[in-house]
């Protein structure tokens, strides 16, 4: 096993392509804690802030994956910006000991949630969200974020609500509902 890859990593997918099978271990959370260094710097001072950092499997290679925010939202030429400086940073600094894609993009409108921090504004969203560990018969829940403590959250599913300590999600993400177009209509009307 090299840098947490184990041999039979690759595995052959659909129409002949190679998928990437990735496994996180301390190695990996050590070489995503060295690019968040690299990266955050030259993020901010673009006006821009780190959402997150993650890496998954991809075509071939692992995929090194930055979200950018903002207050007044991200474009594409301050990701391509990022991409093109982070990519020098990382080949020159030998920061990923294997080959890798970089991508660099915004949150987007379902926004992953990768700190209990980033989830206060979101009061009153619905989240979807998968546990490490089973609650019950289930690790997913969908419901409406209600409150947002120091080491937990509290959701609103199916009219129970539910504490869910942070070190317990594996994965949290918005989940974005589109407006009701007979809604809208009543209010442009009053």
């Given at each position: 096993?090299t ?12 129409r002949?392509?190679v ?20 990266a ?17 499997s ?12 903002s ?18 940073a990382l ?8 080959a890798?894609?970089l991508e ?7 926004r992953r ?21 089973r ?13 947002v ?5 509290e ?11 942070w ?9 974005y509902?589109?407006p ?11």
């Amino acid at each position: 096993m090299t840098s947490g890859i184990p041999p039979d990593a690759l595995r052959g997918g659909p129409r002949g392509s190679v998928h990437f099978f990735f496994i996180m271990t301390i190695d990996n959370e050590k070489t995503l804690a060295r690019v968040q260094k690299l990266a955050e710097p030259y993020i901010e001072s673009l006006g821009l802030t780190l959402w997150g950092l993650e890496i998954t499997s991809g075509e071939a290679r692992p995929l090194v994956r930055l979200f950018l925010d903002s207050p007044e939202g991200v474009d594409v030429e301050q990701c391509a910006s990022v991409s093109r400086q982070l990519s020098l940073a990382l080949d020159v600094g030998e920061v990923i000991p294997w080959a890798y894609t970089l991508e660099v993009s915004s949150p987007g409108l379902e926004r992953r949630f990768f700190k209990l921090s980033q989830l206060a504004p979101y009061v009153g969203q619905v989240l979807d969200i998968k546990l490490s560990v089973r609650r019950g018969d289930r690790k997913r829940f969908k419901g409406t974020l209600t409150d947002v403590g120091s080491e937990d959250f509290e959701l609103e599913v199916e009219g129970k609500r539910l504490r869910f300590p942070w070190d317990e999600v594996a994965k949290s993400r918005l989940v974005y509902v589109f407006p009701d177009p007979q809604a809208t209509k009543t209010q442009r009307k009053k």
